[in-house]
C-alpha cells in the first residue's frame, strides 16, 4: 500500500505548492493524478522520488517512510519514468542495465546481467538490445525507459505524463505496457496524464488535484460534469458508450 499522508511543501513558506496532500494506492492498482497545469502534480512525483524535500508529511509503503529511507533504500521501491527522457550514447542493453547501479558499486554481478535480460525478454526489446537507444522511434525509446526503471525491480512506478511526447499508436503501447506491470506484477503504479478518456482507460483510481490538494478521489465513477468543471473550469458532459465512459466537451469550453 502506499499511502501519502498529510504532505506539504512549499518553494517559499508563503506559498506552499502541496496543501495537505492525502492519498492511498494498493498494490497491483493504476492511480491517475488529474489537474491542470500548476496544481502541484510533478511536485508531488519529485517528492516521491526523492528530488524533493517536502516541509511536514510522509509518504509510505507497507508502513515504512520513503521520506526517511537513504537514496539506496528508497531506489529499491520507487523507480521513475520522465516525461522528458535523456539518453547517453549507450546501446538499449547498457542503458536498461544502469537501471541496476543501485544495487552494485564497481561492476554489475551475474545476478544484474540476468535481471537485465529477463526485462528485455519481457518487454520484447531483445531484437533492439544492441542498437544505440538514440536510434529508436518514440515508443521504443520510452519503452527503454519503463524498462530501465524496471531494472531496478520497484515496488511503486512514477510515471510523469508518459504519452506526452507520443503519437498516438505509441501512447497505446506505453499505456498498455504500464497497466499489464500494474495488474500482472503486481507492482504499484502512479500516473500524471492530462486527456481524461485516456486517464479512464488506463486508471483504475483518479485523484483530482487542485491548488495543491487532492479534491476528490475514487473510481470512474468520481468522472462527472461539476468535477470536471471546477477542475479544469470547462464545460464537459459524461456519456455512457457499450458501458463504458465518454468525456465530451463543449465548444464554449474551448476543447
Not at 519481457?122 to 521504443?140: F, T, Y
Not at 496524464?193 to 495543491?212: C, E, P, S
Amino acid at each position: 500500500m502506499l499511502e501519502v499522508r498529510d504532505l506539504v511543501f512549499g518553494y517559499d513558506r508563503q506559498n506552499p505548492v502541496l496543501k495537505g496532500v492525502n492519498l492511498s494506492l494498493e498494490e497491483g492498482r493504476v492511480g491517475i493524478l488529474l489537474g491542470r497545469n500548476g496544481a502541484g502534480k510533478t511536485t508531488l512525483f519529485k517528492i516521491m522520488t526523492g528530488v524533493l524535500k517536502p516541509d511536514s508529511g510522509s509518504i509510505l509503503y507497507n508502513g515504512k517512510d520513503l521520506l526517511q529511507m537513504s537514496r539506496r533504500e528508497r531506489a529499491g521501491i520507487v523507480a521513475y519514468v520522465p516525461q522528458q527522457i535523456d539518453f547517453g550514447a549507450l546501446t538499449v542493453y547498457q542503458t536498461v542495465l544502469t537501471g541496476r547501479v543501485s544495487y552494485y558499486t564497481v561492476k554489475p554481478s551475474a545476478s544484474d546481467l540476468k535481471v537485465v535480460e529477463r526485462i528485455l525478454s519481457e518487454m520484447e526489446l531483445e531484437d533492439v538490445s544492441c542498437r544505440n537507444v538514440l536510434e529508436l522511434s518514440g515508443g521504443e525509446r520510452q519503452k527503454v525507459a519503463i524498462a530501465r526503471a524496471m531494472a531496478q525491480e520497484p515496488k511503486v512506478l512514477v510515471f510523469d505524463e508518459p504519452t506526452g511526447n507520443l503519437d498516438i499508436a505509441n501512447e497505446l503501447l506505453i499505456i498498455n505496457e504500464a497497466k499489464k506491470i500494474a495488474h500482472e506484477k503486481g507492482i504499484t503504479v502512479i500516473s500524471s496524464i492530462h486527456d481524461l478518456n485516456q486517464a479512464m482507460y488506463f486508471g483504475d483510481v483518479f485523484f483530482f488535484m487542485k491548488d495543491g490538494e487532492i479534491k476528490v478521489s475514487g473510481g470512474s465513477g468520481v468522472f462527472d460534469e461539476k468535477i470536471i468543471n471546477d477542475i479544469y473550469g470547462v464545460a464537459a458532459r459524461v456519456v455512457e458508450s457499450c458501458g463504458e465512459k465518454i468525456i465530451q466537451y463543449h465548444k464554449e469550453s474551448g476543447k
